[in-house]
């Protein structure tokens, strides 16, 4: 039932990560903070398709 999600920094819009989650018990969009390579700082990551 986990599905494969990707990661997106909000502030340059690269995709850095991938993740997993359960669509069934949280059904909203993932943020999380992580640290952007590109950026050289922790920004907010977005989930995306």
Known sequence: MRDI???ACT???QRNYTTTKNK???P???EL???CRFCRT????KETK
Not at 42 to 45: F, I, K, N
């Open 5 to 7: 999600i990707t990661l």
């Open 11 to 13: 502030e340059c819009k």
């Open 28 to 30: 909203e969009k993932l």
């Open 33 to 35: 903070k992580k640290y």
């Open 42 to 45: 922790h920004t907010s990551h």
């Open 24 to 26: 069934k018990t949280t």
